[in-house]
C-alpha cells in the first residue's frame, strides 16, 4: 500500500483499514480560511457566429440536430465557427462541433463530419489546430 511507504509498514493497523491516519494526524482547515472560489477565466476576444453561417452549417446538418452556443473567429482567409451540436434539443457530444467557411465553401473539421454531410476539411488540408480555431471551440464550450 502506499500509505506503507511514507508511515512505515509497521504503523498500519491490522484491524481497520478505515483508520489508516495516526490520531492527531488528520489536517483541520485553520478556521476562517478557506480555499479561494474556482473559475475558469473566459478566454477573451470571443465573437458569436453570423446567423448566416449557422444556417449554412443547419443546411448540413442530419434530421433532428441542431445547434446553441456558437462562436467564430477568422485567421487570415479561414473563419471558423464551433457550436455545440443538439440532437432532440440535447448535447450530442462533449465538444464542440467545428467547421471553417474557406473562399466561401463550408468544410467540416475533425470529428464534426459524424454529423455534417459538409465536405471533410482534412480533404482540403484545413485543420482545426490553429489558434483560431481552438478559441472558437473554447468559445462555444463556454469558457
Not at 483508520?19 to 470571443?46: H, L, M, N, Q, T
Not at 449557422?54 to 464551433?82: C, N, W, Y
Request: aromatic residues 6%.
Amino acid at each position: 500500500m502506499v500509505v506503507a511507504v511514507f508511515m512505515g509498514a509497521g504503523s498500519l493497523p491490522n484491524s481497520n483499514l478505515d483508520e489508516v491516519d495516526p490520531p492527531g494526524s488528520a489536517w483541520d482547515e485553520p478556521a476562517g480560511e478557506s480555499a479561494p472560489p474556482f473559475s475558469i477565466p473566459k478566454v477573451p476576444g470571443c465573437a458569436r457566429a453570423d446567423t448566416e453561417l449557422l444556417d449554412q452549417i443547419r443546411a448540413t446538418l442530419q434530421d433532428r440536430t441542431d445547434l446553441s452556443m456558437s462562436a467564430q473567429s477568422t485567421d487570415g482567409d479561414l473563419t471558423f465557427v464551433a457550436a455545440i451540436v443538439t440532437y432532440n434539443g440535447e448535447p450530442s457530444s462533449r465538444e464542440p462541433g467545428l467547421w471553417v467557411l474557406r473562399d466561401g465553401r463550408l468544410y467540416a473539421v475533425g470529428g464534426t463530419t459524424a454529423y455534417s454531410t459538409a465536405p471533410p476539411g482534412t480533404d482540403v488540408g484545413v485543420r482545426g489546430d490553429s489558434n483560431e480555431a481552438a478559441r472558437a471551440v473554447a468559445c462555444a464550450a463556454g469558457y
